[in-house]
């Protein structure tokens, strides 16, 4: 597969999460989308970095670090979500504007 079958990924994965998190409201929905979209982009710089450098392993391990952080952010994400949920029983994002700082 060559540069451009990824590229064309990314920006599927991309346009899927753009579209998710602008017609959503559910907080999960959101969060999906959002999710979406850093995949998109994690997939889009795979694909750079292994067109540039495709004898060195630096970028698919920085990528393979990165999905790792994003994954733990969405769970701490979920967490948050979760414990309003259970407090307040919000799941849309126009309830939880009372939540601001």
């Not at 959503?24 to 959002?34: A, E, F, H, P, T």
């Not at 670090?65 to 769970?75: G, I, P």
Request: charged fraction near 10%.
């Amino acid at each position: 597969m060559g540069l451009h079958a990824f590229l064309l990924l990314a920006c599927a994965l991309f346009s899927v999460g753009l579209y998710g998190v602008l017609s959503q409201q559910s907080i999960v929905m959101l969060m999906m989308g959002l999710e979406l979209m850093i995949n998109g982009l994690l997939a889009a710089a795979g694909a750079f970095w292994y067109h540039v450098a495709p004898a060195s392993a630096d970028g698919q391990v920085l990528v393979l670090v990165a999905v790792t952080v994003m994954a733990l952010e969405m769970v701490m994400g979920f967490a948050v979500t979760t414990a309003i949920f259970r407090a307040r029983e919000i799941d849309m994002t126009d309830e939880a504007k009372d939540l601001r700082g």
